[in-house]
């Protein structure tokens, strides 16, 4: 049986140029992890990869026709917008090659799979949740002519099948699965993706990496042997010394989780590696840090969230301010400058919920670095179907459509929130536009920058600080008030960049 697995081409619009949360970063190696699968198991498959080779419908139609598959898997990742271009393309292939079974899967086909299959008529199926095994049983009953419509995990098209989709088990023993199959666009990247868990014990509002996976399935992972045999048999192969762990969660729950992250350390310190994780700041312990930075830890992303105890209590964060701070410290006493999640601006947010955040931001020392200042003193609470987020605003009728079914917004509550929001949402597009080529590694840095970053940095957090305090005393910023604002910060952001000759 032949499998051709699509990556399909994504683009992001210029005023979503910072929204990061469209689909989680362990997304990334789904593909790989079925493709790995289905190999395991005798068929010949491929992988495109429309979005990292920067490849045109047209070539990827016609590689398609060259291998002339008999089942298309395509892994949909919502690009801030109904994908019409993919669906359309889709059509074309279908009608082209009626016999081939197209089948979507991901978070976004996953939580998103009625609605996809309503919109783009060329779906035949839907993987829902993990791929690995509904893929090899929709190979086994393609190649057997059987229908795929009963298979767990596979949800069927309304009105053309007899029931609908059935649960599949979760993967309980990760150790069990064959490493994924990379391709070359995927080693072309600094670091090497690996996935050593899968899930989350936490349960944030805003987060729906359970609802993919399945609510009540509890976080897994990899043996500490298991992930240090895969990281070998990469560097043997490709000499690739770099690695980031892509699990949502890198360390699993309580002590089990700390002494488990402690062997993952002493297999990785003899191989000489450099590598990155994600985690939540209750776990980040100063013996486990300490042994996972002499081991090669370099960087880590911890989700802050907030800087005030009744806004995480809110995202159902289960984590403190105190808990954020300490997690910083320890960070910077082993020599790691954490990037950072947060949401300044959640649906719920006050004036003075923001002002204990920007405080927080201030006295941690977040607000020193452009490209973090930027992040934090604008992101958004980005609110997706399959969270309960999304749920619990549309029961209480605040949920507006942002463009697609899958995504919804929600004016905040409180409208001077509302007002800073908007203008810190246009002043730093403005400012990821203009520094989109040297952010992205297109573009080099020229020389000076630093201290025009300072300048900007400066120019942010002055306009949020003055915004703010003029809304905490009862000003009214009119429309006018803002779009002057905005220019103004153009004008001098524009200045800085022009006195260092960048484009």
Known sequence: MKVLLLEHPRSITPDRCNDIANTPLSSCLISGYAAGMLEQCGHDVRIIEGYLDKLGYEEIEARITSFAPDILGVHMVYHWKQDLALFAFLARVKQKMPALTITAYGFYATISAADIMKHCAAVDAVIIGEAEAPFVSLAGAVSAGRSVYELPGIVDRPGLCKSSSRKQQPITDL???????????????????????????????????????????????RSPENIAAEISVIMQERGKKEFYFTDPNFFG????????????????????????????????????????????????????????????????????????????????????????????????????????????????????????????????????????????????????S??????????????????????????????????????????????????????????LVDLFEKNLSALEAGELISRERIARQVQKADTEIERSMSNSNVN
């Open 175 to 221: 150790d069990s699965i064959p490493f994924p199959m990379r391709t070359e666009a995927l080693y072309r990247l600094s670091e090497v993706n690996i996935l050593g868990s899968r899930g989350c014990y936490g349960r944030c509002t805003f987060c729906y990496i359970n609802g993919y996976y399945g609510q009540g399935v509890p976080w897994r992972g």
């Open 253 to 400: 729950p309580g002590q089990t989780g700390q002494e488990r992250a402690l062997r993952i350390a002493a297999l990785l310190k003899p191989m000489n590696i450099a590598f990155g994780i994600e985690g939540r700041v209750n776990d980040i312990h100063d013996k486990t840090i300490a042994a996972l930075v002499d081991a090669g830890l370099r960087h880590i992303l911890i989700g802050l969230e907030s800087g005030r105890d009744e806004s995480l209590r809110r995202m159902n964060k289960m984590t403190t301010v105190a808990q954020n701070e300490q997690a910083l410290r320890i960070l910077r006493k082993h020599g790691i400058e954490p990037n950072v999640g947060f949401i300044m601006f959640e649906p719920d947010s006050s004036l003075e919920d923001i002002r204990t955040n920007f405080e927080f931001l201030k006295r941690n020392d977040l607000l020193k670095n452009l490209s973090v200042t930027a992040n934090v003193l604008y992101h958004h609470q980005i609110v997706l179907e399959g969270t309960q987020a999304f749920h619990a605003l549309k029961q209480e009728g605040r949920l507006e």
């Open 402 to 459: 942002a463009g697609s079914s899958y995504e919804g917004s929600a004016q905040l509550k409180n409208p001077g929130a509302a007002i800073l929001a908007d203008f810190m949402r246009q002043v730093t597009n403005i400012l990821f536009s203009r520094m989109d080529g040297i952010w992205s590694g297109t573009l080099i840095e020229p020389p000076g920058m630093q201290r025009r970053y300072a300048e900007i940095n400066r120019v």
